[in-house]
């Protein structure tokens, strides 16, 4: 790009370029300077107050990132800049206002994944399962192979009771994205708590070990404190599973005992 712009020194299109390689580049410096440089030349140019704002985003300066996107939607009504005030909200913990930000950001632009998918983190933490469940099967729709929105969307699925449906999602994200591993976390809890229609109790009960225990293994030994809850659960599902085991002998005693009387 610097080379082209050798020759094109005056053409903004290059330098708002250059600025996103930046940025890219994880050179927030650079990328502020150059996004500056085009401002100057075009004071109403949204394009760079985004890539400012983002540059400041990158340096942690939430405070000032929001108060560029304010001019910003001043000038448009830009459905990036309302998804950035949405982030900057999140980032501080204001679940409200970043749903405000994001529902905005998705009536300006229906197909605006990253708004949608972020929304619908948002409806789970406040365990609006529902509003969750409908805003992601959007995001699949419109990015069938974007992992985190199968991962979500199943989560979705888990709470509104739409757990074959759950797995499926869970199995998907796994297909596209090995590395999402709270997926088989999930499956594993899923496994656990809900009997699936059809299924051999003893068998899920190992099918959910099998999942906590690839789950400990992609994320390692330095996560402490999250390997110990999944060792909690493990400790449950082999008391689930030996539960299971004593119902059965004590099924086969029963039968025992009913040939007995017949003979």
């Not at 440089?37 to 004071?43: F, H, P, Y």
């Not at 994320?219 to 400790?235: A, K, M, Q, S, W």
């Amino acid at each position: 790009i610097r080379r082209l712009m050798q020759g094109n020194k005056d053409d903004l299109g290059l330098a708002i370029a250059l600025a996103e390689a930046q940025l890219v580049d994880r050179r927030p410096t650079d990328a502020m300077q150059t996004a500056r440089g085009v401002l100057k030349r075009a004071e109403t140019s949204v394009t760079a107050m985004k890539l400012l704002a983002r540059s400041y985003l990158a340096m942690e300066n939430g405070p000032t990132a929001d108060s560029i996107l304010g001019k910003a939607l001043e000038i448009e009504k830009d459905p990036e800049v309302l998804f950035l005030r949405g982030h900057i909200a999140l980032k501080r913990g204001e679940l409200e206002v970043a749903v405000k930000w994001f529902d905005a950001a998705i009536k300006e632009n229906p197909h605006y994944v990253e708004a949608l998918n972020n929304a619908s983190v948002l409806y789970l933490k406040v365990e609006n399962y529902a509003a969750a469940h409908e805003t992601m099967q959007k995001v699949v729709r419109y990015a069938p192979a974007f992992a985190p929105g199968w991962l979500n969307l199943g989560t979705a699925q888990r709470g509104v009771g739409k757990f074959e449906e759950a797995e499926k999602s869970w199995l998907k994200a796994l297909e596209l994205d090995p590395d999402k591993a709270f997926s088989r976390f999930n499956l594993g809890v899923l496994y656990l708590e809900t009997q699936m229609p059809g299924r051999d109790r003893e068998q899920q009960l190992t099918d959910s070990a099998d999942s906590l225990n690839a789950y400990k293994e992609a994320i390692g030994p330095t996560r402490r404190e999250e390997i110990t809850e999944v060792d909690r659960i493990l400790t449950e599902v082999r008391r689930q599973k030996e539960l299971e085991r004593e119902r059965r002998e004590e099924e086969l005693k029963g039968d025992d005992d009913d040939d007995d009387d017949d003979d």
